[in-house]
C-alpha cells in the first residue's frame, strides 16, 4: 500500500473511533467503569481524537523507519515531549483532567503537523512506499 493509503486507513479508523466515542461513550464508559464516568464524555472524546492523531503519526513513523531516516526522528519525540509538557503546565492546572486530556491530543497535532512536514521532504507522501525502498509513483 502507498504511505496514502495507510494514512487514510489509520485516520479513517481513528475517525470511527471518535464517532462510536460520541455515538455510545457515555453507555460505554457507565458499563466499562463507574456510573460517574458517564458524565465524562469530552474527555473520552478529546483522548480518542488524541488517540486517532497517534495513529497517524505512529504510521508516518514506520515510514521514516523503513526509509531510514532515523536521525530526524528524535527531535521529532522531542517535539511531542516538549508540547505535552508546555500545553499540561498550562491546562492541567486550569481545566484538571479535561485539560490533560486537551494537552496530549494537541501535543498529537503539532507532532502530526511537525511529522507530515518531514514525511512530505522525506518523499514518503509522494512516492510509493515498499518495503525498505521507495519507488517512484508511476
Do not use: H, N
Not at 73 to 80: E, G, K, M, N, R
Not at 83 to 109: D, E, H, K, N
Not at 115 to 136: D, H
Request: proline share 3%; net charge positive; glycine share 10%.
Amino acid at each position: 500500500l502507498a504511505m496514502r493509503q495507510l494514512l487514510i486507513l489509520a485516520a479513517g479508523l481513528g475517525t470511527t473511533g471518535v464517532v462510536v466515542a460520541y455515538a455510545a461513550g457515555d453507555f460505554a464508559m457507565r458499563i466499562l467503569f463507574r456510573p460517574e464516568y458517564a458524565g465524562r464524555r469530552p474527555v473520552l472524546l478529546w483522548l480518542m481524537t488524541g488517540a486517532a492523531l497517534s495513529c497517524v503519526v505512529s504510521v508516518m513513523g514506520f515510514g521514516l523507519t523503513a526509509a531510514r531516516k532515523f536521525r530526524v526522528q528524535a527531535p521529532l519525540c522531542l517535539v511531542l515531549l516538549v508540547a505535552t509538557t508546555a500545553l499540561s503546565s498550562v491546562l492541567v492546572p486550569r481545566w484538571g483532567l479535561l485539560g490533560a486530556s486537551i494537552a496530549i491530543t494537541l501535543s498529537w497535532a503539532v507532532t502530526a503537523a511537525c511529522m507530515g512536514v518531514v514525511a512530505w521532504k522525506a518523499g514518503l507522501l509522494t512516492s510509493r512506499f515498499e518495503g525498505a525502498v521507495l519507488l517512484e509513483a508511476a
